[in-house]
């Protein structure tokens, strides 16, 4: 199994950044290809990002294309999710989850994983 813990959400304003973090534990992170995922209240919970085993190729939803980066430090266990310009319609729990399929799913129940999820809220 792998543990994961997100950290980094807050409040901002509108327009504004954070830094999401996923500090991985257990069994070997760079084994798992990496999703981000968010849900908003009374929302599905919705694809963000997702990220391959090395980092080489990263997946984006339309909503956070240019905006959003994943990005991976095997060597720290970590994954991280860069979020830039941010919106309203942003403000939700943001998950991590990490997956042993192929490649990168973008579709939740794929995942085998989860972390407990940190909260983002973005003021206008």
């Known amino acids: 199994q792998v543990q994961l813990v997100e950290s980094g959400g807050g409040l901002v304003q509108a327009g504004g950044s954070l830094r999401l973090s996923c500090a991985a534990s257990?069994?070997?992170?760079?084994?798992?290809?990496m999703g981000w995922f968010r849900q908003a209240p009374g929302k599905e919970r919705e694809f963000v990002a997702a990220?391959?085993?090395?980092?080489?190729?990263?997946y984006y939803a339309d909503s956070v294309k240019g905006r959003f980066t994943i990005s991976r430090d095997n060597a720290k266990s970590t994954l991280y999710l860069q979020m830039n310009s941010l919106k309203p319609e942003d403000t939700a729990v943001y998950h991590c989850?990490?997956?042993?399929?192929?490649?990168?799913?973008?579709?939740?129940?794929?995942?085998?994983?989860w972390g407990q999820g940190t909260m983002v809220t973005i003021s206008s």
């Open positions: 989850a990490a997956d042993n399929s192929f490649t990168p799913p973008t579709d939740w129940p794929a995942y085998d994983y």
């Open positions: 257990g069994r070997t992170f760079r084994g798992y290809n």
């Open positions: 990220i391959s085993r090395s980092g080489g190729n990263t």
